[in-house]
């Protein structure tokens, strides 16, 4: 039991690692292809959202897929953490030997089915390690995990900032960084997918049919959006309601360190207290954080840094508690736990596109453009009221649903 409990940190290593290739898809590949080849901005938010849509649409069949090859789980996590290192050094280091945007196109879809698979895989993996593990075991195992990713979004937010004091090509410095990062994390879990049985599966009917795991995943969904629609607006907001181009970086990284400090506090409130009742304190407490920034304009820099800072440590809570109650939940009706992570994951990312089809179009014919002295004030209005007010009233059908759902069933276990 201990021997298997000190292997947590192995999971904090290999979320870092899933984290840090989510974060160069949306931030560094489009400036990169910008800088480096000419590719407008239009055609590379075209292939962005078409991705987006591919991957909402595969994520059930790789849930499939992880749970068809559970017998053979090692080898196909090696080979699908392989295709994403070499599709990072594809798209950071390797001239592209075709239309750069087609070039885009290919790496990123590579890294986008590695990534889905690979995070199904671990998740699933996770309910059978939390088992093993004493006490609040989901909530122990949420809190190395949702840790080590958040302190991978931040590493992967500054490392090209930081190589570029130093190299001349510094996204070829950070692709092969995260091929060494690939390298150490993948080692360090190749004992864990082969440490716990892997059950057979019921499909994803034992999940839909299942009340309380419909309700999680719609609970997910709902609260996920709110993510969704201040990732999508979170550069224009700085740039345009703000007046503050150029920090954008540091308010990111401020967000991202302030939730994973805190996500290790948010676990262990939760196993004291219940993981039910801490989330929705945490959830209250988002709202009063990030309305905010309904009343920010520009200038106001200092202050929307202490809403970043006062929001990302809410964000914590959300990161690690939900997955952990629906992981507690996968492992009494579906033990193996793939096609539940495979639905968790399609229901996550679909408010992604909703955002990016929503609420962009909406803001365009608004008259929003790059530039604060193009945009009409209408527009920025619009922006502010998109970027703080729709999240904080998604946040509050979330918090209704989950105040509804049976408490005892919808917790994670308490020591």
Known sequence: MKARAARLPAYALFAA???????????????????EYGVSLTALGAVL?????????????????????????????????????????GLFAVPAPVAPVLWFALM?????????????????QGVAKADTLPGAGHLTLA????TGALLGVCLASVAPLLLGMALDRPFVGFAVGFVVLALWAATAMRGEWRAAGLPVAGGFGIVLRDLQARRLLLIALVNAAPVAVTSTLFLFYVE??????????PLLLLFFLAAAGAAPLWGILAERHGARRVLLIAMALGIVAFGGALLLGPGDVMLFALVCLASGAVLGADLTLLPAMFAARMAQISPSAAEGFGLWSFVSKLTLAFAAVALLPALERAGLQT???????????LLIWFYA????????????LLASANASANDVEKP
């Open 108 to 124: 990123l879809t590579l890294v986008f089915s590695s990534f889905s698979f690979l995070t199904i895989c671990f998740y699933a």
């Open 143 to 146: 809190r190395w995990r949702e």
């Open 49 to 89: 959202f078409g991705l987006r849509l591919l991957d909402v649409v595969q994520d059930p069949a790789l849930g499939w897929l992880a749970q068809a090859l559970r017998a053979q789980r090692a080898a196909a996590v090696a080979v699908a953490a392989t295709v994403m290192a070499l599709a990072m050094m």
């Open 371 to 381: 530039g604060a002295s193009d945009s009409s004030e209408t527009s920025i209005s």
């Open 17 to 35: 690692l899933l984290a840090s290739a989510g974060l160069p898809i949306y931030i560094h590949a489009p400036k990169f292809y910008v800088d």
């Open 240 to 249: 345009l309601a703000l007046d503050a181009p150029g920090w954008e970086g």
């Open 389 to 400: 007010g729709v999240p904080c009233a998604l946040k509050l059908l979330a918090i209704a």
